[in-house]
């Protein structure tokens, strides 16, 4: 039984650090494990100019205790409106992607896009400099059962936009379903998918264990075991076009138990050790380092990190909760044994 294991520096691809003095508790979690995350840009106001996310970048990488290497890579929010013309300042200040929420879709979400063919001349102007799309991919209709909304979205709105964009590269961010896992895998070298630690270790029994428990709830929402299973034969397939993306995303906790709490699984913590032990439970851990670390950096055309983290099969309690500005912030888990620790 592997009781070690230690890969290269992983990236994630995909994770909320909110702003202000909630950096100083999240993005030292971060560094701590990975060389870069891509931030998400649904601060309130969103990140919709070049000038912002460099602004926002700036405020990160103060957050970035002395000593240890971090870069945030920055992400523009896609509206009805980005100007084409912001493409191009965004790729000069080092921006890597645009993010499509739909409106409404999630946290932080109003200003997102009503019709994708509003963002054509935007889309076109990314597929042009090399920006990348980032896909919140689910339907927002009401008439659309909750569970069905990301299968419906590939068939109404993700199929029709790579037709149109072939070779914008587009991340389908942190699928939950089989459909997901199956269509990224049956499509180009254009289209690739983030996984997030929970939705390989959780279905959606986990949201209604001994009672209502929010702290498992995100969107997209935990699906069936199905699916989870078929996420997780993706992320340990060695197929470099599922990569790693925490979607970690803090909430203060009493905005998760409230009556109508917030979705966001708060993972940063423990990221890499939540991912160990989901490959671990399937025999797959010699699959980790490309998931981790190889095939994000190859998709988004960025130098694979140097140096390596080590992670070991031994048990330990994270803290039960966090300072998060003035509020507490409840990790995933919060109180619960984990059976893998990053080595320090
Ligand atoms: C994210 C957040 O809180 O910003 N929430 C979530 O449930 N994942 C938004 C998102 O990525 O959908
Ligand atoms: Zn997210």
Same mark, same amino acid.
């Given at each position: 039984?592997?009781?070690?294991? /230690?890969?290269?520096?992983?990236? %994630? ?42 602004? #926002? ?6 957050? @970035? ?14 509206? %009805? ?28 979400? %109003? !200003?997102?896009?009503? &019709?994708?063919?509003?963002?054509? !001349? ?20 009401? %008439? ?38 199956? #269509? @990224? ?11 997030? $630690? ?10 209604? /264990? ?36 925490? &979607?970690? !995303? ?12 917030? $979705?966001?699984?708060?993972? !940063? ?12 439970? @399937?025999?797959?851990? &010699? ?58």
């Amino acid at each position: 039984m592997t009781r070690e294991i /230690t890969l290269t520096r992983p990236d %994630d691809w995909h994770l909320h650090v909110r702003d202000g003095a909630a950096l100083e508790t999240v993005v030292p979690h971060t560094a701590a494990q990975f060389a870069r995350a891509i931030i998400m840009p649904n601060l309130k106001p969103p990140v919709t100019t070049a000038a912002q996310a460099v602004a #926002y970048r700036d405020r990160i990488r103060s957050a @970035v205790p002395a000593g240890m290497a971090f870069e945030p890579l920055m992400t523009l929010y896609l509206t %009805d409106n980005l100007p084409p013309d912001e493409i191009r300042r965004a790729k000069e200040a080092g921006v890597v992607a645009v993010k499509l929420y739909p409106a409404g879709a999630t946290t932080n979400s %109003d !200003a997102g896009v009503t &019709d994708i063919r509003k963002t054509y !001349a935007t889309l076109e102007a990314m597929q042009r400099e090399g920006i990348l799309l980032l896909v919140h991919g689910e339907v927002t209709s009401p %008439d659309i059962d909750l569970f069905d909304r990301e299968a419906v979205f590939i068939e109404e709105q993700l199929m029709p936009l790579r037709r149109d964009f072939p070779e914008l590269k587009v991340v389908m961010e942190h699928i939950t379903t089989k459909e997901a896992a199956h #269509y @990224v895998a049956s499509a180009d070298r254009y289209l690739g998918a983030t996984l997030t $630690a929970h939705h390989l270790l959780y279905n959606r029994n986990a949201i209604f /264990t001994g009672g209502i428990r929010p702290h498992y709830y995100c969107l997209p929402v935990l699906k069936r075991e199905t699916h989870r299973v078929a996420l997780v034969a993706a992320a340990t397939s060695g197929n470099p076009k599922f990569f790693l993306g925490t &979607d970690s !995303a803090p909430h203060p906790a009493h905005l998760k138990e409230h009556a109508t709490g917030c $979705a966001g699984c708060y993972t !940063a913590h423990a990221a890499m050790e939540m991912y160990a032990e989901a490959f671990d439970a @399937v025999g797959a851990l &010699d699959k980790l380092e490309g998931f981790a670390s190889f095939f994000g950096a190859d998709f988004y055309g960025l130098p694979r990190n140097t140096g390596t983290i080590t992670l070991r099969k031994e048990s330990w309690t994270p803290p039960e909760s966090f300072a998060f500005g003035e509020a507490e912030l409840k990790p995933l888990r919060s109180g619960e044994a984990l059976p893998w620790r990053l080595a320090v």
